[in-house]
């Protein structure tokens, strides 16, 4: 099993017809995605490796049967794509686009929380389950079905994470990649508990970095549902305070955010947190003996 | 992007927020025609926080007084940043302080207001040692923030008649000005008592970075360093560090581990530079001329995983150019064989494990300072 994206997932691609839309939708379409649709309002009619495009979501939607969404659309028009897509029902959307605004985005998880859409990003990598179904960008040949979920801020991090996995023959359920950006959707919380609820997932792997207190809000959560075994990592530890670290949510302020405070929340919570990434997959190997 | 105080009053004036009078002044001679009423409060405009206790702040009787504090605040070094402005303003005789603030809660995935009774001292502490003393209203962005979660804030914090009149219109209005001009902070402390009304007696704006494109007419505040700059013109990230071992990786999170990798095993990162996913050659090339130029830089350590992101796009980079300076390069992924070749054809060993790059990036700049 997985969560949040399965085999029988049909995925609509909003800004199908720009760069990165184009050719992601030829790297999920390789990976066995059901890529079903797409749209880029202008350019409906058109076809983008064989895949239809469509000036609305609804008709896609209607046309189609899609499911899901994937948003490359550019950060101007990324707000205005996700409330089309949740308006149209769709589930998971998953946004792409980095450097959207955060008023922006506090509309879309509003109109989300509202509608019971749950939203993936922004500036996330998306969704992976594999063998299944592959929403967003992360590079397919370094996954392998089995029963890890991974949970994570970053994107290459977790490329690097889920390599050394699938390098001692450890496989994942799903790889989630939350985002970079400091208000985005799904959360850790959100991710443990759809992980928790996956018979076929038996641990799982949580990627954070500083900045905000999501991680020390999924200690909590672990704390009182410790039912599979949590490893971690956390980026950032000798990161100085006050500095932006590439992620527009990775901040260190008046205190908080640090990455003491998540490894030692996280510690507290029965996780067993690595110091260094290339210390992650033999940690997990040790608990699914 | 963190507004000066000056021009976040500028934008309370722009939207009737209350302010006490005053002017910014760069240079001394400014005071002499000013028609402000003594006694006045000189204020060093700095982005870094405690300049109070800097010495950045005083109050001076009259002319004199103020020409003699202007001359030791201007030019004055708080916390690395040289005070090169003065906001001068009519000092207030100032009741009860207040707090007032919209800022973006992450957890919530909402704009929350904050009010307090406990104002002008830093909220954290307030929250930290008396959180009864703070009234918060999470808000709906299609709903907004109404006067009348205005009056049940001020009400939560003992506010009543004309007071709480001016705390509704104020609350909406700082409101409105923060969903306007896309603030991720819009923070009022203290919001004080001044005769019988209230004024904003400091203020604090925070835009949200990735909606400063929307916003051409408001200030441009850059504290940038001159390679921070660079980076940025050239659409990369780059943080400045004080150590000797330039970083470069693709993708925040990772660099960000490459930087604990290097200080687990000994060494100093200097820089932390993120290509980006999806980096070309160019990109590549740049990200090298950048972080080679940082002074005191003793060793480059290059760590990419290549998903997106073509290892051989990464090696051209490299080679096109190489750094005046050790080097030490992990790369592996999408093409890394022929990323491996260009290398090895120009001398330089790669490395498949970070940790094993990390050593030697480290015993390469122990060794040169032995």
Known sequence: ?289 | MKLHEFQAKELFAKYAIPIQKGTVIERLEQLDGSTLTYPLVLKAQVLVGGRGKAGGIKVAKSLSEAKQHARAILGMDIKGEKVKRLLVAEAAEIGAEYYLAFVVDRVARRLVAIASAAGGIDIEDVARQTPGKIARVAIDPFLGFQPFHGRGLGRNIRLSGTLLNDFVKISTTLYRLCVTEDAELAEINPLAVVGDRLLAVDAKVIIDDNAVFRHPDLPRNEELTELEHMARASGLSYVELDGDIAIIGNGAGLVMATLDIVAHFGGRPANFLDVGGGATEENMRRAVDIVARKSGVRALFVNIFGGITRCDDIARGITSSPPPMQMVVRLTGTNEDEGRRILKAAGIHVYVDPEEAAQQVVSLVRGRSM
């Open chain 1, 1 to 289: 099993m997985s969560v949040l994206i399965n085999r029988t997932t049909r995925v609509l691609v909003q800004g199908i017809t720009g760069y990165q839309g184009e050719f992601h939708t030829a790297m999920m379409l390789e990976f066995g995605t059901q890529v079903v649709a797409g749209v880029t309002p202008g350019k409906g009619g058109q076809k983008a490796h064989r895949v239809p495009v469509f000036e609305t979501v609804e008709e896609a939607v209607h046309e189609t049967g899609a499911t899901a969404a994937c948003i490359f659309v550019p950060a101007r028009g990324a707000k205005d794509a996700a409330l089309e897509a949740i308006s149209a029902g769709l589930d998971p959307v998953v946004i792409i686009t980095e450097g959207v605004p955060v008023h922006d985005s506090l509309q879309v998880m509003e109109h989300a929380r509202r509608s019971g859409v749950r939203v993936v990003g922004p500036n996330c990598p998306g969704v992976t389950s594999p063998g299944q179904c592959k929403i967003g960008i992360m590079p397919n040949h370094l996954f392998k079905p089995g029963p890890v979920g991974v949970v994570s801020r970053s994107g290459t991090l977790t490329y690097e994470i889920v390599a050394g996995l699938s390098g001692k023959g450890i496989g994942q359920s799903t790889a989630i990649g939350l985002g970079g950006d400091p208000v985005v959707g799904v959360s850790f919380t959100d991710a443990l508990k759809m992980f928790h609820d996956d018979p076929e997932t038996t641990a799982v792997v949580l990627i954070g970095e500083i900045g905000g207190s999501a991680e020390e809000d999924a200690a909590r959560f672990l704390e009182d549902h410790r039912s599979k075994p949590v490893i971690g990592y956390i980026a950032g530890q000798t990161a100085p305070p006050g500095k932006r670290m590439g992620h527009a949510g990775a901040v260190i302020s008046g205190g908080e955010g640090t990455a003491a405070a998540k490894v030692e929340a996280l510690r507290r919570a029965g996780a067993r947190v690595a110091t260094l990434p290339g210390e992650v997959a033999g940690f997990v190997r040790e608990v699914l003996r």
